[in-house]
């Protein structure tokens, strides 16, 4: 984050946890006025540091989807047609550069095992894919 101070620290800390908070609940937490955290938060969503907002789905209410993280090796030349790619399948959900022996983790998420098999064959077939390796998420103990 870019220049955030403590009370705005404080407030995303707050709408991470539950981005849903009415602005006065938010506010009383806070110790300041509806409008000014209404303000803070137009501001903080006009600078790109609150991107969106979004559902997180509790155990069973994600429609039984079935969750994996893919670690990906890439040739380096290729890689924005490999992230491209990627995009183009609605299965993967995020997309991440990382340091380390991979080069990109993304997640992937389907109904079932067999269309996982089908994205997971998917991902391997794109050009510039050099390696991948995948898990499967069993649980999940928090998010934040």
């Known amino acids: 984050m870019t220049e955030t101070d403590t009370i705005d620290q404080e407030l995303l800390r707050l709408l991470r946890h539950n981005a849903r ?3 006065s609940v938010l506010a009383r937490r806070l110790g300041l006025s509806r409008s000014t955290v209404q303000d803070r938060i137009g501001r903080l969503e006009r600078r790109g540091i609150i991107a969106g907002y979004t559902v997180r789905f509790g155990d069973g209410g994600s429609g ?3 969750s994996a993280h893919v670690m990906i090796q890439i040739n380096p030349k290729q890689g924005q047609q490999v992230a491209a790619a990627l995009a183009a399948m609605p299965a993967v959900t ?3 550069t990382v340091s380390g022996l991979y080069d990109l983790v ?3 998420e389907t109904p079932n ?5 089908q994205v997971l064959d998917a991902i391997g077939a794109v050009a510039g894919v050099e390696k ?4 499967i998420v069993l649980t999940t103990k928090f998010e934040r």
């Open 106 to 108: 993304t997640t992937v």
């Open 94 to 96: 995020t997309l991440q």
């Open 64 to 66: 039984g989807q079935l």
């Open 21 to 23: 908070s009415p602005v």
């Open 113 to 117: 095992t067999a269309a996982m098999d």
């Open 132 to 135: 991948t390796t995948t898990s």
